[in-house]
Antibody, heavy 116, light 112 residues
Framework: QVRLKESGPRLVQPSQTLSVTCTVS????????VSWVRQPPGKGLEWVGAIWKGGSTDYNSALKSRLSISRDTSKNQVFLKMNSLQTDDTGTYYC??????????WGQGVMVTVSS | DIVMTQGALPNPVPSGESASITCQSS???????????LNWYLQRPGQSPQLLIYWMSTRASGVSDRFSGSGSGTDFTLKISSVEAEDVGVYYCQQFLEYPYTFGAGTKLELK
């Protein structure tokens, strides 16, 4: 059974760094790509970036300078780090599994609030 | 970046009626391999998005056959026949031709 679960802090202070973990089961992160998608409260979806099954990464150019996506293959986990957080980075962060040109499984998401 | 533009629904939609949601892309999503990389997702209230349709017209596993996708390289439609209570939520189209994998702004479906 494929599952993805995000975990991380619910509250982050402005200018600090967000660290979110996606723990997957039912598939290997070395066999499928994984993306991060975020959603501000009441708004739409924004693709943040991806880590490909081979380990390379690609980022949304609008966020690239602040982003890092990595993984631990032994734990089947994918990590998102975003620095210099601002209030408009508030939202729900999802990880999603790729399959041939679409996201077939999504995590439940983690709601992150950027506030002092 | 490819811009995805979604149309609105004449909400609320009466239960049992059909509903069509449009989506337009700023660039053709037809790949040289013959696939059109346009996906549809439904986000029910308080839930994560779920895949409905991929490659423009292929229903995802477990998705009701009341949902169908169609279109050309830049203009797409998601049709829901006989709308039910469980169809309420926000529908998003997404292009997967090139990154960033952009989404439409979403179309809300409310039930009458």
């Amino acid at each position: 059974q494929v599952r993805l679960k995000e975990s991380g802090p619910r509250l982050v202070q402005p200018s600090q760094t967000l660290s979110v973990t996606c723990t997957v089961s039912g598939f290997s992160v070395t066999s499928y790509h994984v993306s991060w998608v975020r959603q501000p409260p009441g708004k739409g979806l924004e693709w943040v970036g991806a880590i490909w099954k081979g380990g390379s990464t690609d980022y949304n150019s609008a966020l690239k300078s602040r982003l890092s996506i990595s993984r631990d293959t032994s734990k089947n986990q994918v990590f998102l780090k975003m620095n210099s957080l601002q209030t408009d980075d508030t939202g729900t962060y999802y990880c999603a599994k790729h399959s041939g040109g679409y996201f077939d499984y999504w995590g439940q998401g983690v709601m992150v609030t950027v506030s002092s | 970046d490819i811009v995805m533009t979604q149309g609105a629904l004449p909400n609320p939609v009466p239960s049992g009626e059909s509903a069509s949601i449009t989506c337009q892309s700023s660039k053709s999503l037809l790949h040289s391999n013959g696939k059109t990389y346009l996906n549809w997702y439904l986000q029910r209230p308080g839930q994560s998005p779920q895949l409905l349709i991929y490659w423009m017209s292929t229903r995802a596993s477990g998705v009701s056959d009341r949902f169908s996708g169609s279109g050309s390289g830049t203009d797409f439609t998601l049709k829901i026949s006989s709308v039910e209570a469980e169809d309420v939520g926000v529908y998003y189209c997404q292009q997967f031709l090139e990154y960033p994998y952009t989404f439409g702004a979403g179309t809300k479906l409310e039930l009458k």
